[in-house]
Nanobody
């Protein structure tokens, strides 16, 4: 069983940057982030494989950067030029396979709130 612990959320103003971190209790091939805005369904934001291959939701490309430190079993999400519509609970997730990650990750963190004021 892999446990995921997120950190780095908070209240920021539009245009600012934020970095989310997620530490896993063990090694797992695919790690990434989902988010859920108020009244909306949870959506995939980005994920990265242990070999460094990354994938992003189209609407966040150019502003979001995902990376990982395999030695620390940690994944990061750098969010630049934050917009009010980025306001959501961001969930770290992990899976053995990329296809699983995009459908239903096996492991979830507790979520961290990101609120962007205009």
């Amino acid at each position: 069983q892999v446990q995921l612990v997120e950190s780095g959320g908070g209240l920021v103003q539009a245009g600012e940057s934020l970095r989310l971190s997620c530490a896993a209790s063990g090694s797992i091939p695919v790690m990434g982030w989902y988010r859920q805005a108020p009244g909306k369904q949870r959506e995939l934001v980005a994920y990265v494989s242990s070999d460094g291959n990354t994938n992003y939701k189209d609407s966040v490309k150019g502003r979001f950067t995902i990376s990982r430190d395999n030695a620390k079993n940690t994944v990061y999400l750098q969010i630049d030029s934050l917009k009010p519509e980025d306001t959501a609970v961001y969930y770290c997730a992990a899976a053995q396979w990329a296809v699983t990650f995009t459908i239903s990750p096996e492991y979830w963190g507790q979520g961290t709130q990101v609120t962007v004021s205009s």
